[in-house]
């Protein structure tokens, strides 16, 4: 059972940035594919940013390309997420997950973290 603890979410103004970072507890940590969704105020969750075993590859949601990067540190068992020129629609709770799976579909994840709040003003 790997349990993912997120941290970094605040409220920013728009055009600001903020990091988040997700601790696993296990050790087995590099040997999952790990994720960030988000879910805004009223909608359905959803992707925003996948990473490989090793970090090497990473595939994003359109909307956020070019302003995110997720990374990801095998030795302190953390996948962080860079997020750059936030806007409004980017409030959301963001949880990220692990699972068996290069994927952007929640279901294919096994492992999700508590979520945390980030909040973009205007």
């Known amino acids: 059972q790997v349990q993912l603890v997120e941290s970094g979410g605040g409220l920013v103004q728009a055009g600001g940035s903020l990091r988040l970072s997700c601790a696993a507890s296990?050790?087995?940590?590099?040997?999952?594919?790990m994720a960030w969704f988000r879910q805004p105020p009223g909608k359905e969750r959803e992707f925003v940013a996948t990473?490989?075993?090793?970090?090497?590859?990473?595939y994003y949601e359109d909307s956020v390309k070019g302003r995110f990067t997720i990374s990801r540190d095998n030795a302190k068992n953390t996948v962080y997420l860079q997020m750059n020129s936030l806007k409004p629609e980017d409030t959301a709770v963001y949880s990220c997950?692990?699972?068996?799976?290069?994927?952007?579909?929640?279901?294919?994840?096994?492992?999700w973290g508590q979520g945390t709040q980030v909040t973009v003003s205007s």
């Open positions: 990473i490989t075993l090793s970090g090497s590859s990473q």
């Open positions: 997950a692990a699972g068996a799976y290069y994927s952007t579909v929640a279901n294919d994840y096994d492992y």
């Open positions: 296990d050790r087995t940590f590099s040997r999952y594919f």
